[in-house]
């Protein structure tokens, strides 16, 4: 029996972006819905069962939405898209931050929707879950943002100096030729967004300027918007020394993953401890990060979830006493 098909009409952009270059991004829903999509002219045709048309349309409609809107789509959004339709969701909603050099930049996930929109209400947001869902990025993106409109005077970026028991001690050069590698991933979302001589230029003048977490003791940091990224090897202390560095008019966000600690005592890690204590504190957000919500090559969301099962079966059983 012939399956149904069904037309979803779209602009020029639209549909290129659904297309993709060789027709991969059509390739990618057809393989996840089971449907066959063609491109008659105008829009799509979508065949297939009742229910894999309406996911399909779903993913589709929510990457027109983002392409109307100027939006790059790359497969990242297209696997973004896939994951939301099939938990019933359509686009990921939240507005555009900023146009970056690549285009426009805006939430690929509706968990990453609502970290931004906690980062616009809270003073002070923790970011946490697994590499390659945006914490970092966004974070950035949204600092910038801030930055560019003359809403902060300056965007300061911390994070603890340890990385597989290395030092600072031990790295050649001056502070920042020290602190450079280790915030490698703040400076390319940073060159993306605002372009890298544009940084260079606002690094000079002091208005993006980045430390090393043991450098923030004593300071108070006013009209600023910091980032403190790798928090889950900060200690309990170290957490409670640059939390209380804010000063007027700042805002601070807390990006790490609770389950890569490299401390040599992990227990000592102050990222769930803070999360823990402070958790419905006027004026504090979190955002919980998922599997689902990572944006880099398809692989990396199945690697988090393998290690997740993994860490989930070590648990300890408890025991269960006889009646």
């Known amino acids: 029996m012939a399956r149904a098909e069904e037309f979803v009409a779209l602009s020029d952009a639209a549909l290129r972006a659904v297309t993709g270059p060789a027709s991969r991004h059509t390739a990618l829903i057809e393989d996840a819905f089971q449907v066959l999509i063609e491109a008659p002219g105008g829009g799509v045709s979508i065949a297939g069962s009742t229910k894999d048309r309406t996911d399909a349309k779903r993913a589709i409609l929510g990457l027109a939405e983002r392409a109307d809107a100027g939006v790059d789509i790359a497969e990242a959004d297209?696997?973004?898209?896939?994951?939301?339709?099939?938990?019933?969701?359509?686009?990921?909603?939240?507005?555009?931050?900023?146009?970056?050099?690549?285009?426009?930049?805006?939430?690929?996930?509706?968990?990453?929707?609502?970290?931004?929109?906690?980062?616009?209400?809270?003073?002070?947001?923790?970011?946490?879950?697994?590499?390659?869902?945006?914490?970092?990025?966004?974070?950035?993106?949204?600092?910038?943002?801030?930055?560019?409109?003359?809403?902060?005077?300056?965007?300061?970026?911390?994070?603890?100096?340890?990385?597989?028991?290395?030092?600072?001690?031990?790295?050649?050069?001056?502070?920042?030729?020290?602190?450079?590698?280790?915030?490698?991933?703040?400076?390319?979302?940073?060159?993306?967004?605002?372009?890298?001589?544009?940084?260079?230029?606002?690094?000079?003048?002091?208005?993006?300027?980045?430390?090393?977490?043991?450098?923030?003791?004593?300071?108070?940091?006013?009209?600023?918007?910091?980032?403190?990224?790798?928090?889950?090897?900060?200690?309990?202390?170290?957490?409670?020394?640059?939390?209380?560095?804010?000063?007027?008019?700042?805002?601070?966000v807390v990006t790490g993953d609770p389950t890569q600690v490299d401390l040599l005592n992990p227990r000592d890690s102050g990222l769930s401890h803070a999360i823990g204590l402070l958790k419905g504190v006027k004026g504090v957000g979190v955002t919980t990060f998922t599997a689902e919500d990572v944006v880099r090559h398809e692989l990396v969301a199945r690697i988090v979830r393998a290690y997740d099962a993994d860490a989930e079966a070590r648990k300890p059983k408890p025991d269960l006493e006889e009646p």
């Open 78 to 252: 297209v696997r973004a898209a896939l994951s939301l339709s099939r938990q019933g969701r359509g686009g990921a909603g939240g507005q555009t931050l900023i146009s970056g050099r690549r285009g426009p930049i805006a939430p690929k996930t509706a968990t990453q929707a609502a970290y931004l929109d906690m980062l616009e209400r809270c003073d002070l947001t923790f970011g946490v879950g697994p590499a390659g869902t945006g914490k970092t990025f966004l974070a950035a993106a949204y600092g910038a943002t801030l930055l560019l409109k003359g809403q902060v005077d300056r965007l300061v970026i911390t994070r603890p100096a340890v990385e597989a028991g290395e030092r600072l001690g031990f790295l050649p050069g001056d502070l920042n030729e020290k602190v450079d590698p280790y915030l490698a991933p703040i400076w390319e979302a940073l060159d993306q967004i605002i372009g890298a001589d544009a940084v260079r230029r606002r690094r000079d003048k002091g208005e993006i300027e980045v430390a090393p977490l043991a450098f923030m003791r004593g300071r108070t940091l006013s009209h600023a918007f910091v980032i403190v990224d790798e928090a889950q090897n900060t200690s309990r202390l170290q957490m409670k020394m640059v939390l209380t560095r804010l000063g007027e008019g700042a805002r601070m």
